[in-house]
């Protein structure tokens, strides 16, 4: 029984095993078939269609925007020196780096010991002067008294040598009483000589007595302005930095102890290429005062204000290029001297450009279009101007041939004249675009997106209840990991009339309110 059973599964095991080679041959036998019935009848190539995103090339009169880096400095910055030597005696209030003065305050006090010794010396020495200029006019009073006394004299002995000279004509007289009359005469004027001798040295006297009192008062504006150079105030309204000075502290004449800023008049200063400058002139070749907008991010917080190009530098530097132009600002609230900052300037307006994204020109300057049947055209067009991610180019003919066609938006290897392809164009309203996506080619866009307007908008601005005002100064007062000079800005910020509605919401964002 068990040699019947073992000869039974073996024999079963052996039909298994036919009929399953039985089943290979068949398979192998009709995929040979199938194969060279595939021979006989050539398979159709399918052309590959790429997706891409597109945009209209829209001409339109642009403004154009230079962007580049500026220096905020002041137009009045004064290096406060001391007029005079000696020790520092007193030193006004605010007189820090940071502090606030104002005009003809005082900043510090030197030891006006010495400068009050010499000028009480000069006021004696004038007291002098004053003393023999009166000396000295009296003088020439009483001389000019003895010369007409002296004149008096001389006529009278003249009267009586003309009598005597009579007398003797009609033989009344004698000669010798001529000649004593005529000797008296001769006294007499030699007398009046001396008294006007003594006149002229009289006038002398009080011309050098007005000399010396004309001296000893310009010695004694000289102590006056030596003992106001112990005081050293204000030229104007501004603020003090690199401050050195400190009470008790020696000093030399023409030290530089602080420098004044008038935090008001602030200026940029920046750098342009010389293409970039020719595009600012006028047909005249003048500087155009064009408008531009100057930014300062500081830790997320943006300080923005208006401005207008004002002068260039009268030459180009050593070992610089380009022009350095200066602009004045609209508003310096929050700035300092020494920020770097962004300047946007507005450029002339160009007409009929097209605005693309930067990926839809290759170097030649060459665009793709989408032609008949959906297939990629090549068109040259003229590169005006680069804007951040995106150009401005023109057109090569003015036959207008350009406008309204659709252009690719992003180039790639793939993409060349001829290429069929399935644009996916912008949807405007909800946001939503064409299903991407194809029957086997490589998607090589984006959303194709189609930004318009390239001049900065001015920030939102926002007036603010009181309440919430304190609010948010509260909290910026209050937060110690906030840059001190930041924090000086964003006061400056939130205490104007209106307030930025960016700044608003960041801090309300942190407050978590």
Do not use: C, H, W
Not at 294 to 302: A, H, I, Q
């Amino acid at each position: 029984m068990r040699f019947l059973r073992r000869s039974l599964v073996g024999l079963f095991l052996l039909a298994a095993t036919l009929g399953l080679l039985a089943l290979a041959g068949n398979a192998m036998f009709q995929a040979f078939q199938v194969r060279n019935a595939d021979k006989g009848a050539p398979r159709q190539a399918r052309e590959r269609v790429l997706a891409v995103n597109v945009i209209a090339f829209a001409p339109e009169t642009v403004l154009p925007i230079l962007s580049t880096f500026g220096e905020l400095r002041s137009r009045r910055t004064l290096e406060v020196r001391a007029s005079a030597a000696g020790a520092v005696i007193e030193l006004g209030d605010g007189v820090q780096d940071g502090g606030t003065v104002t005009a003809g305050q005082l900043l510090f006090r030197i030891d006006p010991t010495e400068a009050m010794t010499a000028f009480e010396v000069a006021q004696t020495d004038l007291q002098d002067a004053e003393a023999e200029l009166r000396d000295a006019e009296r003088s020439r009073n009483l001389a000019r008294e003895d010369v007409e006394s002296a004149r008096a004299q001389a006529d009278l002995r003249a009267r009586a040598l003309q009598r005597q000279r009579d007398l003797a004509s009609r033989g009344v007289g004698t000669e010798a009483a001529v000649e004593t009359a005529g000797l008296a005469a001769a006294a007499a004027d030699q007398a009046v000589l001396s008294r006007r001798q003594a006149e002229a040295q009289a006038q002398a006297r009080l011309d050098q007595a007005a000399t010396q009192l004309s001296r000893r008062k310009i010695a004694l504006a000289e102590a006056q302005r030596r003992v106001d150079d112990t005081e050293v105030r204000a030229e104007f309204d501004g603020v003090l930095g690199e401050v050195t000075v400190v009470k008790g502290r020696l000093v030399t004449s023409n030290e530089k102890l602080a420098a004044l800023i008038d935090p008001d008049a602030l200026e940029v200063a920046f750098r342009v290429s010389t293409p970039q400058y020719a595009r600012l002139l006028d047909a005249d070749g003048q500087l155009t005062g064009a408008d531009l907008s100057v930014s300062l991010d500081v830790t997320g917080f943006t300080l923005t204000t208006p401005g207008r190009i004002s002068r260039e530098s009268a030459a180009v530097g050593s070992g610089q290029t380009g022009r350095l132009l200066y602009a004045t600002l609209a508003s310096t609230k929050g700035f300092r001297p020494g920020d770097f900052a962004t300047v946007d300037v507005t450029e002339p307006p160009l007409e009929q450009v097209a605005r693309l994204p930067a990926a839809a020109v290759d170097s030649a300057q060459t665009i793709l279009l989408v032609g008949a049947d959906d297939r990629l055209e090549v068109a040259a067009v003229e590169l005006l101007r680069r804007q951040g991610d995106d150009v401005l180019v023109r057109a090569t003919d003015a036959s207008g041939r350009l406008a309204g066609r659709e252009v690719v938006a992003e180039r790639s290897p793939l993409l060349g004249a001829g290429i069929k392809v399935r644009p996916i164009r912008p949807v405007i309203g909800d946001g939503t675009e064409d299903e991407t996506g194809d029957d086997g080619g490589d998607d090589t866009g984006n959303d194709g997106g189609d930004e318009t307007g390239i001049a900065p908008t001015a920030p939102a601005m926002m007036e603010l209840s009181e309440e919430r005002r304190a609010k948010l100064i509260a909290f910026v007062e209050g937060n110690q990991r906030m840059p001190s000079e930041a924090r000086e800005r964003v006061l400056a910020q939130l205490k104007e009339t209106s307030v930025p509605a960016q700044t608003v919401e960041r801090l309300e964002s942190r407050m978590g309110g």
